[in-house]
């Protein structure tokens, strides 16, 4: 594995809660507009810098993109969220082959303020509204959350572009208010914009044909690249710092597609893969303790006992990684799913996020029980979950045993029960800053309860080291598949993300999953 210190390049800021004071670090601003400040230990060529909290990211700054103006244009039409209509894709309220118009949310420290794209003049639908009375309508009756209207008034309300292929609102939103006038959609301009396609019949293999989840889920990272977030999040006009996240749902597996046909290979074949994928995958498994109280199980989510007898008799590829990704696709389309996080100046985190347990705020760099850019409450910690995370440390116990010579291996490392948990999508160009986590209860930061991390997916590059600062940080990288448990006399350690390397998804996952290019990581802790 390997191990070295990093030199240059990658620009970090600060970290979770590791940074009270502000502006140790370069800020890097989508606007382009670098902000020197003390005392920094990251450049900020690379693209990482911080923002306030946790991460130490890239930001895109309101300020950077076209603003609204505060008058209404012709060009948008905002709803509030309607309740409850999600529709399941090919279903007859979602209009046969169309997928269900994705919902976009814009947090803000009063309330959620989501929009919905509509279908175009080529496709018009009775729910067209621009301009309409309806609008206006839609305008006045906030919803309970909108407490202070006077922040998103129906005057700074934006109108959303119309078009009938929701694949590509996102980007079309972005064009529009990049440029002055909408081009009209086309099938190239569409297939230029995202190369998903979504007609055609969805075949939900891999959920095994479980119902999909409210369906937002219709929207691809493509589709949702940072300056879009940064053109999201200005709606609503400029000179209110009022917005806080775009709470957008993200499909980290997006239904496969029918419209090519895939001829299975025989069960005796596809047996003997499997056997062999698992004999494999057994034997790449290692562990290595990398420092007191830091362990990195190599290769350990792809098999556990249970997915090994699993999978030698079930038809379907059914890992450890496999069943995760489902969840967290799953949840991560409901109440309290991922959403773009930012910060109250507008800038924004390089990644995903949603929290399992408590949301933990990057914004106050606290846990709450309650999300508060829209009020959901998180989701609770799958039990599967728990159990490999309980094993995780078991076996980072065992190591620690045989490979150091412990003989108190819970002095070294203390067991944990993991009651929250982080869960981060980085898209390929996803970072985050080194940083400390010490924003769980004093009790278990004081006794150095660990924090578990899963990744599944693109390998990341990851950076640790006893301060902030890059060039003394040794480098590993985490692949898919790798436990990395960090507790104990490595508890404090700064750590972060320097890289995700691209098209690095295990071949058989991706396939398995319909993964989207990038890096899930879940890291559990106890509060
Ligand atoms: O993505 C990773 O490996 C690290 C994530 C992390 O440090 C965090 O969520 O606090
Ligand atoms: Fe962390």
């Not at 940074?19 to 382009?32: E, I, K, L, S, V």
């Not at 639908?125 to 301009?131: A, E, R």
């Not at 910060?343 to 996020?353: F, S």
């Amino acid at each position: 594995m390997s191990q070295q210190n990093t030199r240059g390049g990658y620009s970090g800021s600060r970290g979770r809660s590791s940074r009270p004071n502000r502006g140790a670090f370069h800020h890097q601003r989508h606007d382009g507009v670098n902000k020197p400040f003390a005392n920094d230990s990251f450049g900020s060529k690379d693209g990482m810098s911080q923002g306030r909290g946790r991460y130490l990211h890239n930001m895109s700054r309101g300020s950077g993109s076209k603003q609204f103006n505060g008058k209404p244009s012709s060009k948008y039409v905002y709803r509030q969220k309607s309740p409850a209509t999600d529709v399941i894709p090919n279903s007859p309220e979602a209009g046969g082959s169309q997928l269900r118009q994705p919902e976009c949310f814009l947090a803000c420290r009063d309330g959620l303020h989501s929009f919905t794209a509509q279908s175009d003049s080529k496709t018009p639908t009775p729910d067209l509204i621009q301009n309409s009375p309806e609008a206006e309508r839609s305008h006045m009756e906030q919803p309970e959350s909108f407490s202070s209207p006077e922040l998103v008034s129906g005057a700074d309300l934006p109108i959303l572009p119309v078009h009938s292929d929701s694949r590509n609102i996102l980007l079309d939103m972005t064009r529009m208010q990049i440029k002055e006038t909408p081009e009209e959609e086309t099938e190239e301009t569409a297939t230029e914009n995202n190369d998903f396609s979504f007609s055609g019949e969805v075949k939900n293999e891999w959920t095994g044909g479980e119902p999909l989840p409210p369906a937002k889920a219709d929207i691809q990272e493509q589709a949702f690249q940072e300056k879009d977030v940064k053109n999201l999040a200005d709606i609503g006009g400029s000179g209110h710092s009022v917005q806080q996240a775009v709470v957008c749902p993200l499909d980290i597996c997006p239904p496969k597609t029918g419209s090519c046909i895939s001829l299975k290979p025989s069960l005796l074949e596809t047996n003997k893969l499997k056997r062999n994928q698992v004999k494999l995958a057994m034997e790449r498994q290692s562990g290595n303790v990398l420092r007191p109280g830091m362990v990195l199980l190599k290769n350990y989510l792809s098999i556990s006992d249970q997915v090994l007898l699993y999978s030698l008799f079930f038809f379907s590829l059914s890992s450890d990684m496999v069943k995760i990704l489902k969840e967290c696709r799953n949840l991560g389309l409901g109440p309290g799913g991922f959403y773009q996080p930012g910060y109250r100046d507008g800038a924004k985190l390089n990644l995903k996020m949603m929290c399992l347990g408590k949301n933990w705020d990057p914004e106050k760099s606290a846990y709450e029980d309650i999300r508060s850019v829209d009020g959901a409450k998180p989701p609770m910690i799958p039990g599967y979950f728990d159990q490999l995370v309980r094993k995780a440390i078991q076996d980072s116990h065992a190591l620690i045993g045989r490979n150091s010579g412990v003989w108190n291996v819970e002095n070294e490392l203390p067991r944990m029960s993991p009651d929250i948990c982080i869960v981060n999508f980085y898209a390929e160009s996803g970072k985050l800053g080194l940083h400390q986590d010490r924003d769980e209860s004093q009790e278990s930061l004081a006794k150095h309860l660990p924090v578990v991390s899963f990744s599944i997916g693109d390998t990341a590059e990851f950076l640790y080291g006893d301060e902030r600062d890059v060039d003394k940080a040794q480098k590993v990288n985490l692949e898919s598949g790798d436990v990395l448990v960090f507790g104990g006399k490595s508890r404090h350690i700064f750590h972060g993300v320097s890289t995700i390397s691209t098209k690095t998804t295990p071949k058989a996952l991706q396939e398995e999953t319909n993964i989207i290019p990038g890096r899930l990581n879940l890291t559990f802790r106890q509060y």
